[in-house]
T-cell receptor
Framework: DVKVTQSSRYLVKRTGEKVFLECVQD?????MFWYRQDPGLGLRLIYF???????EKGDIPEGYSVSREKKERFSLILESASTNQTSMYLCASSQDALGTQYFGPGTRLLVL | GQQVMQIPQYQHVQEGEDFTTYCNSS?????IQWYKQRPGGHPVFLIQLVKSGEVKKQKRLTFQFGEAKKNSSLHITATQTTDVGTYFCAGTSTDSWGKLQFGAGTQVVVTP
């Protein structure tokens, strides 16, 4: 079974703090994704990566950056957290760019 | 840009009844995927449709991809309490490689 894990289930941070969200997958997948999920808006793609050290902007990259130094690990960074970044963050991975995505359990981030 | 819209946003169903949720895209899709997210959980892949007019069944769930590859539907027969959750469709536009665009989801509540 594919396993995608995320570093935290719940996180509380203060405005202006730097936040790191980490995601690890154990299936040697090429592609990894970061989404945020908000009520009524579905899942919105922040960034994705199709290879180590490669990254592509999604639909809402502003205020975020990512890092993929190893194939199995994809990190999402909030350089200076703001209250409008309070959300559920979901990481996913897939073998094929257009294939099935396997999601992690999510990190619910609250920025005060 | 590409938009994927789902209707209805909410669906209250009596146990045993049938219902359908619809997914419409503003652009032609390479494929359409459906995911289910149980309350408190993360999205889990259900199925992928690739061919124009394709119909696939999984027990009580019937998935259809439109002839023009711009819409899809999920029909559930004889709804059970285990069907509770949010159903997302997600499609990849023919001109946006690697980016899966999710709809806002249909939240299904089943009353016994």
């Amino acid at each position: 079974d594919v396993k995608v894990t995320q570093s935290s289930r719940y996180l509380v941070k203060r405005t202006g703090e730097k936040v790191f969200l980490e995601c690890v997958q154990d299936m040697d997948h090429e592609n990894m994704f970061w989404y945020r999920q908000d009520p009524g808006l579905g899942l919105r793609l922040i960034y994705f990566s199709y290879d180590v050290k490669m990254k592509e902007k999604g639909d809402i990259p502003e205020g975020y950056s990512v890092s993929r130094e190893k194939k199995e690990r994809f990190s999402l960074i909030l350089e200076s957290a703001s209250t409008n970044q309070t959300s559920m963050y979901l990481c996913a991975s897939s073998q094929d760019a257009l294939g099935t995505q396997y999601f992690g359990p999510g990190t619910r981030l609250l920025v005060l | 840009g590409q938009q994927v819209m789902q209707i209805p946003q909410y669906q209250h169903v009596q146990e045993g009844e049938d219902f359908t949720t619809y997914c419409n895209s503003s652009t032609t899709l390479s494929n359409i995927q459906w995911y289910k997210q149980r309350p408190g959980g993360h999205p889990v892949f259900l199925i992928q449709l690739v061919k124009s007019g394709e119909v696939k069944k999984q027990k009580r769930l019937t998935f259809q991809f439109g002839e023009a590859k711009k819409n899809s539907s999920l029909h559930i027969t004889a709804t059970q309490t285990t069907d509770v959750g949010t159903y997302f469709c997600a499609g990849t536009s023919t001109d946006s490689w690697g980016k899966l665009q999710f709809g806002a989801g249909t939240q299904v509540v089943v009353t016994p």
